[in-house]
C-alpha cells in the first residue's frame, strides 16, 4: 500500500462541464502519474508530474490540465467534459530510492462517465 | 520509443493447469520490466520486476517470469493456476525520460473448473 487515495470514486457529469479529479499520497513522493484505462488500450499516459509546479504531457493529453501546488496532491482536470473521456481514471506513484527506479503504485481508480 | 506487445487479448486455462502470457517489448537498451495484475474493480498491483541480474525472476501469488534479450520477452508463468488468479495481466517497461512506464494492452485470464 503506498497510501495514495482518489477522489471521487465515481462521478457521472453531462458533457461541457469541468471536472476534477484529486490524488492524495501520504509518503512524500515526486513523481505523480494521471493514466486512463479503456478496454483494448491498456494504461495510457495522460500526464504526470515531477515535482510541485512541475508537470509534463503523456501520450493523450488532450482535453485534460493537470496541476499540483503541493507534494501531497495531483489534480487532474476535464474543462469541458466530453464523452471520450468516459473512462477509469488512475492515479500512481513512483517510489523513490535505491532498486525502485520506474516501479509505480496505483490509486484504486476513479470511474468517470460523462453522458 | 518504447513499446509493449501483449499478443493475447484472452487466455482460458483449467484450475491446476500451468499458464503462461507472453510480453514482447521494444526498447533499445536494458529494459526495466513488469508485470501487473488488476481484479475486477481494483486498481494495479506489481507481481513482479526485471531491473538487472538473474533473467528468471520470482514475484509474488507463485508467479515468475523470464527475460529473454535475444527474443524481446518478457513472459509471465505459473506453473498451477488458482481461480482466484482470473484477472487481467499487464506488462509494462520503463522509459527513460520521466520515470515513465509503457503498459501493453493487457491479457485477460479466465479460470475454468
Known amino acids: 500500500d503506498a497510501g495514495i487515495t482518489q477522489s471521487p470514486r465515481h462521478k457521472v457529469t453531462e458533457t461541457g462541464t469541468p471536472v476534477t479529479l484529486r490524488c492524495h499520497q501520504t509518503e512524500n513522493h515526486r513523481y505523480m502519474y494521471w493514466y486512463r484505462q479503456d478496454p483494448g488500450h491498456g494504461l495510457r499516459l495522460i500526464h504526470y508530474s515531477y515535482g510541485v509546479k512541475d508537470t509534463d504531457k503523456g501520450e493523450v493529453s488532450d482535453g485534460y490540465s493537470v496541476s499540483r501546488s503541493k507534494t501531497e496532491d495531483f489534480l487532474l482536470t476535464l474543462e469541458s467534459a466530453t464523452s471520450s473521456q468516459t473512462s477509469v481514471y488512475f492515479c500512481?506513484?513512483?517510489?523513490?530510492?535505491?532498486?525502485?527506479?520506474?516501479?509505480?503504485?496505483f490509486g484504486p481508480g476513479t470511474r468517470l462517465t460523462v453522458t | 520509443a518504447q513499446s509493449v506487445t501483449q499478443p493475447d487479448i484472452h487466455i482460458t486455462v483449467s484450475e491446476g493447469a500451468s499458464l503462461e502470457l507472453r510480453c514482447n517489448y521494444s526498447y533499445g537498451a536494458t529494459p526495466y520490466l513488469f508485470w501487473y495484475v488488476q481484479s475486477p474493480g481494483q486498481g494495479l498491483q506489481l507481481l513482479l520486476k526485471y531491473f538487472s541480474g538473474d533473467t528468471l525472476v520470482q514475484g509474488i501469488k507463485g508467479f515468475e517470469a523470464e527475460f529473454k534479450r535475444s527474443q524481446s520477452s518478457f513472459n509471465l508463468r505459473k506453473p498451477s493456476v488458482h481461480w482466484s488468479d482470473a484477472a487481467e495481466y499487464f506488462c509494462?517497461?520503463?522509459?527513460?525520460?520521466?520515470?515513465?512506464?509503457?503498459f501493453g494492452s493487457g491479457t485477460i485470464l479466465r479460470v475454468k473448473s
Open positions: 500512481a506513484i513512483t517510489r523513490s530510492g535505491q532498486g525502485f527506479a520506474y516501479e509505480q503504485y
Open positions: 509494462a517497461v520503463g522509459a527513460v525520460v520521466g520515470n515513465k512506464l509503457v
